[in-house]
């Protein structure tokens, strides 16, 4: 099974990368529901400040991402994809495993530390994805992942939320169940998609961020702004995985049941957007014009948020700000033709290494906005503020976006209609 796969957008390959990163996420999915809870009982705290508790756990997360992403991303470029992401899974069964054995918070944070270290199985997916697909249908196929997420986000916050109702720790160890069946399944069926000849020697020097991003620069420097774009962007939708299940404890009252429920809702919406809309929308109005619809999306998305005094607004606002599930993968898309095939991997690190500077930055500073504006005493009530301060935080986004859009010039904005066909 270790054999190299043809470079060609198999049906096979792409759904078996799609079932991974699918139970991947519904793994992390079922935990967030009762994450506050678990929190509370932990350090007796209050929920505003489980919520900065909840920020420094994927702060620590992140900030080992940060570092490693880049460096998964090289050595998948060197061995192959299948071992990283084989080692990655085997590595999150025994997180959640901690996470659901904890006696104290610092449990919590040996977990997500060790999730942190070895958690680059989304770059290396994303790498698989590139190797397997022609360059001019990699922004639809990376779609997959985003529907894969989407659905992740139902089946997993529903099933944390039903879980949760038996125990605060059980769905942790459902978690660590999947991880381990997905490690096992994977080590049996999954095929290698990067041929030796297309290998490239490991550089730790290039193996963070910076370096690799400056090296993949010289292929074409649009790079360097699409990753600002995708930093600011990614720093902007930390705001949902980060502050939801708090938000709707706060604002509305909610149990982990209903927490679970109104994830699901965004998984569905976000699957519906990333598996058929994306297909039909990238191909008629191109990558640019879908960045600016996505971004416009969450920043209404964010504005009901802010002012909603009922919960019957919050599927509207989930419906009206599914859209921005257009944005990574339009982006994604364009950064993955800008550069070549050797160095697909190194490009996923980087992202990786991209997505998780937002996840260090977006959490401590999103939970503290969340504490300013809920805690006793808070001279302003407003519970969605975080989400307020998300959209601004959008709209730099697309800023560095379409100035790097201009330097990539009208070749790459615009796909013929044949090109949108996905698998």
């Excluded at 009530?381 to 379409?402: C, D, Q, R, S, T």
Aim: aromatic share 12%.
């Amino acid at each position: 099974m270790t054999a190299a796969a043809p470079v060609s957008a198999t049906r096979g390959s792409l759904l078996f990368i799609f079932a991974l990163v699918l139970i991947d996420m519904i793994g992390f999915g079922i935990i967030m529901p009762v994450l506050p809870a678990l929190i509370v009982e932990l350090t007796g705290d209050t929920i505003a400040g489980a919520a900065v508790d909840a920020g420094w756990l994927a702060f620590v997360y992140a900030a080992m991402q940060f570092i490693f992403g880049p460096i998964m991303g090289n050595l998948s470029d060197r061995f192959g994809r299948r071992p990283v992401l084989l080692a990655t899974l085997l590595a999150y069964s025994i997180n959640y495993a901690l996470m659901g054995l904890a006696p104290t918070l610092l449990w919590l944070f040996v977990g997500r530390l060790l999730a942190g270290i070895t958690g680059a199985s989304f770059s290396a997916a994303y790498a698989y994805v590139a190797d397997v697909t022609p360059a001019e249908k990699r922004a639809q196929n990376f779609g997959l992942i985003g529907v894969a997420f989407g659905l992740g986000f139902i089946v997993g916050p529903a099933l944390g939320g039903i879980l949760g109702e038996y125990g605060t720790r059980l769905p942790f160890f459902a978690a660590g169940g999947l991880a381990l069946a997905n490690a096992v399944f994977g080590f049996f069926c999954l095929n290698e998609s990067l041929p030796p000849e297309k290998r490239r020697p490991f550089s730790l020097i290039r193996s963070n961020a910076v370096s690799a991003l400056r090296e993949l620069g010289r292929q074409d420097k649009v790079v360097i702004w699409y990753a600002g774009a995708l930093l600011v962007w990614m720093t902007a939708h930390m705001v949902y995985p980060i502050i939801w299940a708090f938000y709707g404890i706060e604002a509305f009252g909610w149990s982990e049941r209903m927490v679970g429920i109104s994830l699901a809702g965004v998984g569905l919406s976000s699957a519906i957007v990333q598996g058929v809309l994306i297909r039909t929308i990238v191909p008629r109005v191109g990558e640019r014009r879908a960045v600016m619809l996505g971004v416009g999306c969450l920043l209404a998305a964010a504005l009901i948020y802010l002012f909603a005094e009922h919960e019957i607004w919050v599927p509207i606002a989930i419906a009206v700000g599914s859209l921005q599930g257009l944005v990574q993968p339009s982006i994604n898309g364009l950064m993955s033709r800008a550069v070549d095939e050797r160095s697909q991997g190194e490009l996923q690190g980087a992202v990786a290494s991209i997505s998780s500077l937002s996840a260090v930055i977006g959490p401590l500073v999103y939970t503290r906005v969340f504490y300013a504006f809920t805690a006793p005493g808070a001279v302003i009530y407003l519970p969605g503020a975080a989400f307020a301060l998300a959209g601004v935080v959008a709209i730099g986004a697309l800023a560095l976006f379409l100035r790097g859009n201009t330097l990539h010039g009208v070749a790459f904005v615009r796909p013929s209609p044949r090109e949108g066909q996905g698998f």
